[in-house]
């Protein structure tokens, strides 16, 4: 990794300011849009699919969400991180909201690698269609961009690449059951002279069901691959069963655990999950 640029900071707050800008220039005309055509979405008001743990929800909300992550690699040394993630979203309208993610992580193993920091902060631009959901299917996309607030000395995120994450999704509802499904392509900019360009095709999956008001398992899929340079597998795949559980009749507060276990060249990773979510 590249020692950080003492400029660092500064590029941060103005990709900041530039994304601010083009969401808000994209944001208006949904939001009144929204707005002209209320009666029509009022109908489909009831489609609302509730949140997956390592999948995005097709969903637009309005909510906090807190993560606790450890996660191991079984080599030779192995490699421990914890990571303290949150997050909130807002939703402008049944179709339109904004998020900002923000991890903190602390890096305990190997002992001569210790470190720890903000990594890379995280906002991103969610659209979703209801124009079928009287069928129980929510189609969308959107963008996220990783902002370079994290460390390139300590390997925590980095103080200048810039990460642009187009996506869609499609999620299907019926009864107990919820069928989620992302696509996404993962890009490199403002790289430095010598730092190879990275272009990544990432898939996620997620299968809910729901035993009760109280209680839903999950079983969820996500894989990555390169799009260029020689290795093109999907090296970074994980299977993920979890449970969430909604203590109160209400369901604005939920918690939920799960495990990732790796397979493929990514079978010695593991990781457990723990989350807590209010919903506004």
Do not use: C
């Amino acid at each position: 990794m590249t020692k950080p640029s003492p400029t660092g900071s500064g590029r941060s707050t103005s990709y900041l300011y530039l994304l601010g800008i083009i969401t808000l220039f994209l944001a208006k005309p949904l939001v009144l849009r929204g707005q002209e055509h209320h009666d029509e979405d009022h109908d489909h008001d009831h489609l609302h699919f509730s949140h997956p743990l390592v999948t995005e929800s097709p969903s637009p909300d309005t909510k906090v969400r807190l993560d606790y992550i450890f996660g191991w690699i079984n080599t030779d040394p192995e490699v421990r991180e914890t990571v303290l993630r949150v997050e909130g979203e807002y939703a402008f309208t049944h179709s339109v909201s904004l998020a900002i993610v923000a991890p903190f992580t602390f890096r305990t193993a190997p002992t001569t690698d210790r470190a720890n920091g903000l990594g890379n902060v995280e906002v991103s631009l969610k659209l979703a269609s209801l124009r079928y959901g009287e069928h129980g299917i929510l189609v969308g996309g959107g963008l996220s961009a990783g902002l370079p607030t994290g460390s390139d000395a300590k390997g925590i995120g980095s103080s200048h690449v810039v990460e642009l994450e187009p996506f869609i999704d499609v999620g299907y509802k019926k009864d107990r059951l919820e069928l989620v499904g992302f696509a996404r392509v993962v890009s490199t900019v403002n790289r430095r002279a010598g730092e190879e360009a990275e272009r990544n095709l990432g898939a996620d999956f997620s299968a809910l069901y729901s035993l009760s008001t109280r209680l839903e398992t999950l079983l969820e899929f996500t894989a990555e691959k390169p799009l260029i340079g020689d290795d093109r597998r999907f090296s970074d795949t994980f299977i993920v069963p979890g449970v969430k559980l909604y203590p109160f009749k209400n369901r604005q507060v939920m918690f939920g655990t799960s495990v990732e276990l790796g397979l493929g060249s990514a079978s010695d990773a593991r990781a457990v999950l723990v989350s807590a979510f209010y919903h506004f």
